[in-house]
């Protein structure tokens, strides 16, 4: 179609014009960055010949598949780390609470049985769990069963953390096996990835000390201060402890001078009444009485725990200061004040109660120690084993007799030791029914008699006359016991000399796999 002339001669005109290309911006940018064009050009095939030898990363992308980064394998060797309390959560913390309950009701067994149980469940319990189970088996001194439960879990992978060690090897200590805890300390130092805690050096010391190896305990607590340990005041009191009681006078006295050196003015007061003890030991009778009362004055700088106090009590009623001792004990009592201050526990009443049988004055021990209710302390059974043994001791079997009744009003469970205690008053008092009986509840208790046990109530039934119920007690021991040679040869030189037909003693051991 034609155009009419008015829009024909514009159009003309623009094409006329000459048309320029505006340049790209970067062209004008990358041209300011050199000085010539040659320059220019230069820096263009210095850049050609980069990209020759270094390719960009983006250029490989579609040759190469994308890799990733290669991690280094784990060693499997290397030691596991143990579980940070932050995983005690959720369904674990629920079951760690349902054993928790299990423990406070005193059912043992089926908190040990749930956590085994729990082990390879979808709610694995964690290591803080298996601690508290082991804990209380070895406030009950089930050492048995404490390490029946460490191997099982050690055995389904869970990691030990200090706390499981410092319970096995308080374990070991316990049972006087100081060798093999001494073994599992260095296992801890050389195959742990944790230091050991002061704890562990407490436990260790006490238990060679315990164990009269003074002379090792010594050099631990050296291996403690070259690990850049401070000094411990409870480890130097039991160490001054056991110098007490080599008896050394001297070496007690120097440890405290090295406790001062090291840490300057000792406000720790759990160590005065071992210090007390080495002054009476080498008759500084005065010194003695004035560290006693630097650490019992009111504006003393000693911190005086229960423990402290329990201590300096125990030093003076064996070093003829018990009215001394009854003084401070009545000032501890008025003092104490929980949860402000605790100045008495179970300890307290165990130093008193063996202070009046002491001085004779067991009406007054058998008082103190049912006054315990009165500070809400509950007695176990190693105190009435002890305070019991006593009684016993000097014939007052009908009082030995009351507290053993108590044990079960005050939900205490008696041990086997408890029972062979009852039994020798009983026979002492020539009632051997009644000694007969004790092993018969010993028995029903579920408790497992030993040999000692079973030879106390064959001989005690021996001399009485009463053969035909030593022999059913007899053929029980041999029954469930794996006697020794030495033991059955001594029951039947007892039996025999009581008029028993040797060839059926002999035939009973045979049926029990003696001889």
Same mark, same amino acid.
């Given at each position: 179609m034609a155009l009419s002339k008015p829009v024909f001669f514009p159009h003309l005109k623009t094409l006329s014009k000459p048309h320029h290309h505006p340049s790209p911006l970067y062209? =004008?940018?990358?041209?300011? =960055?050199? &000085?010539?064009?040659?320059?220019?050009?230069?820096? %263009?095939?210095? %850049?050609?010949?980069?990209?020759?030898?270094?390719?960009?990363?983006?250029?490989?992308?579609? $040759? *190469? !598949?994308? *890799?990733?980064?290669?991690?280094?394998?784990?060693?499997p060797n290397a030691p596991k780390l143990p579980e940070h309390v932050s995983v005690l959560t959720g369904n674990r913390l629920n079951l760690h609470n349902r054993i928790l309950k299990l423990i406070r009701e005193n059912d043992l067994d089926e908190a040990a049985l749930l956590t085994r149980h729990s082990i390879y469940s979808n709610c694995r319990p964690?290591?803080?769990t298996c601690n508290s189970v082991m804990a209380a088996l070895l406030r009950q001194s089930r050492y048995a069963d404490l390490l029946s439960l460490h191997r099982f879990i050690t055995q389904a992978g869970v990691v030990p953390n200090v706390v499981t060690h410092n319970l096995l090897i308080n374990?070991?200590?316990?049972?006087?096996? $100081?060798?093999?805890?001494?073994?599992?300390?260095? *296992?801890?130092?050389?195959?742990?990835? +944790?230091?050991?805690?002061?704890?562990?050096?407490r436990i260790l010391v006490k238990g060679l000390v315990d164990n009269n190896k003074i002379d090792r305990a010594l050099q631990l607590k050296d291996e403690m201060l070259t690990k850049g340990f401070a000094p411990d005041p409870i480890v130097y009191n039991y160490l001054m402890l056991g110098l007490v009681k080599k008896p050394d006078a001297d070496g007690v006295l120097a440890l405290y001078d090295e406790l001062k050196e090291k840490l300057g003015p000792v406000s720790d007061g759990v160590v005065y009444g071992s210090l007390m003890k080495g002054y009476f030991l080498k008759g500084m009778e005065k010194e003695a009485m004035e560290c006693y009362a630097e650490a019992v004055r009111e504006d003393s700088r000693v911190r005086m725990s229960a423990v402290a106090y329990n201590s300096?009590?125990?030093?003076?009623?064996?070093?003829?200061?018990?009215?001394? &001792?009854?003084?401070?004990?009545? *000032?501890?009592?008025?003092?104490?004040?929980? !949860?402000?201050?605790? $100045?008495?526990?179970? #300890?307290? +009443?165990? @130093?008193?109660?063996?202070?009046?049988?002491?001085?004779?004055?067991?009406?007054d021990a058998i008082e103190v120690f049912r006054k315990m209710g009165e500070k809400r302390c509950s007695p176990d059974t190693l105190?009435?084993?002890?305070?019991?043994?006593?009684?016993?001791?000097?014939?007052?079997?009908?009082?030995?007799?009351?507290?053993y009744r108590e044990m079960s009003e005050k939900g205490v469970n008696p041990d086997e030791f408890t029972y062979v205690l009852m039994m020798d008053a009983c026979f002492a008092d020539n009632r051997a029914d009644e000694a007969a009986g004790?092993? #018969?509840?010993?028995?029903?208790?579920?408790?497992?008699?030993? &040999? @000692? &046990?079973?030879?106390?109530?064959?001989?005690?039934?021996?001399?009485?006359?009463?053969?035909?119920?030593?022999?059913?007690? +007899?053929?029980?021991? @041999?029954?469930?016991?794996? @006697?020794e040679v030495t033991s059955y040869e001594e029951m039947l030189k007892v039996l025999s000399e009581a008029g028993v037909c040797d060839c059926c003693i002999e035939e009973r051991g045979k049926r029990g796999g003696i001889g």
């Open positions: 062209l =004008s940018l990358r041209l300011l =960055s050199f &000085a010539t064009p040659e320059e220019a050009a230069a820096e %263009r095939r210095r %850049r050609k010949r980069r990209l020759r030898i270094e390719p960009p990363l983006n250029s490989l992308r579609h $040759t *190469q !598949p994308q *890799q990733r980064p290669i991690n280094p394998t784990p060693n964690t290591v803080f374990a070991y200590c316990d049972c006087r096996k $100081t060798d093999t805890a001494l073994e599992h300390y260095k *296992q801890l130092i050389n195959d742990a990835p +944790f230091n050991p805690s002061p704890t562990t050096y300096v009590l125990d030093a003076l009623s064996k070093n003829g200061k018990f009215d001394e &001792a009854m003084r401070l004990f009545d *000032q501890m009592m008025e003092e104490h004040s929980p !949860p402000r201050r605790l $100045t008495v526990n179970l #300890g307290s +009443f165990n @130093v008193m109660a063996d202070g009046f049988c002491a001085q004779g004055r067991f009406k105190s009435f084993n002890n305070l019991i043994q006593q009684l016993c001791s000097n014939g007052m079997v009908a009082e030995a007799e009351d507290l004790y092993f #018969g509840k010993m028995v029903e208790s579920g408790l497992r008699p030993n &040999a @000692v &046990a079973y030879n106390k109530v064959i001989d005690g039934l021996v001399k009485v006359g009463k053969i035909d119920q030593a022999i059913v007690f +007899f053929d029980q021991m @041999v029954e469930k016991l794996k @006697v």
